[in-house]
């Protein structure tokens, strides 16, 4: 089946510094690729809609100048999040699509990022 | 407004069979996942319902009436690796996937 991992799985920094986190899809390519964040105990919230080569879009309330989304290629996409603040400590999951709009989207095993 | 309606939480024994409901309110409609979410991980691929009827897949199988709005998914032979969060998440006209918060299933032996 195909994979996509993430990467780091988890990390801490402190607040004001930057994070960047990786999504690759392993072994197919990645027209579309997705990024999530989780509460605990909530629904996964989505981020931006990524494609390969062009600009992210990004969902009604995500700051797109806090929250830098870059897809450079069809198996690369990063999630970079600029001076972070504890309120931004979270489960960020990244997810990539293949083909059609309705594919199934395969999901990273997520980045629980702490910010102290 | 767009809506997703599943119970918070269920409790099953092992060995039996639960079906966990799910009934969704979206602007247009392109088909329903279910996905398997244990805690602290991502979610799994479970199912995917474009047409009503019933789609089986080994222990799981999952259930589709449009005009309802309503889908289910059943899991039987229970075992304590079942024990997750199921969500249900339809696609809506843009082919975006609408989220709930999920119903945490607890296996007890």
């Known amino acids: 089946g195909a994979v996509v991992s993430q990467h780091p799985s988890r990390v801490i920094c402190k607040s004001g510094t930057s994070v960047k986190i990786e999504c690759r899809s392993l072994?197919?390519?990645?027209?579309?690729m997705f990024w999530y964040r989780q509460f605990p105990k909530k629904s996964l919230m989505l981020m931006a809609t990524s494609n390969e080569g062009s600009k992210a879009t990004y969902e009604q309330g995500v700051e797109k100048d806090k929250f830098l989304i870059n897809h450079a290629s069809l198996t690369l996409s990063t999630l970079t999040v600029t001076s972070a603040h504890p309120e931004d400590s979270s489960f960020y999951i990244c997810?990539?699509?293949?083909?059609?709009?309705?594919?199934?989207?395969?999901f990273g095993p997520g980045t629980r990022l702490t910010v102290t | 407004g767009q809506n997703i309606d599943q119970p918070t939480e269920m409790t099953a024994t092992e060995g039996a069979i639960v079906q966990i409901n799910c009934t969704y309110q979206?602007?247009?409609?392109?088909?329903l996942f279910w996905y398997q979410q244990h805690a602290g991980e991502a979610p799994t691929f479970l199912s995917y319902?474009?047409l009503d009827g019933l789609e089986e897949k080994g222990r799981f199988s999952s259930f589709l009436s449009r005009s309802k709005g309503y889908s289910y998914l059943l899991l039987k032979e229970l075992q304590m690796k079942d024990s997750a969060s199921y969500l249900c998440?339809?696609?809506?006209?843009?082919?975006?996937?609408?989220w709930g918060a999920g119903t945490k299933l607890i296996i007890k032996p």
């Open positions: 319902n474009v």
């Open positions: 998440a339809p696609l809506d006209s843009n082919y975006q996937l609408i």
């Open positions: 072994d197919f390519q990645a027209t579309t």
């Open positions: 979206t602007s247009g409609f392109n088909g």
């Open positions: 997810s990539a699509s293949a083909g059609t709009s309705e594919s199934e989207q395969y």
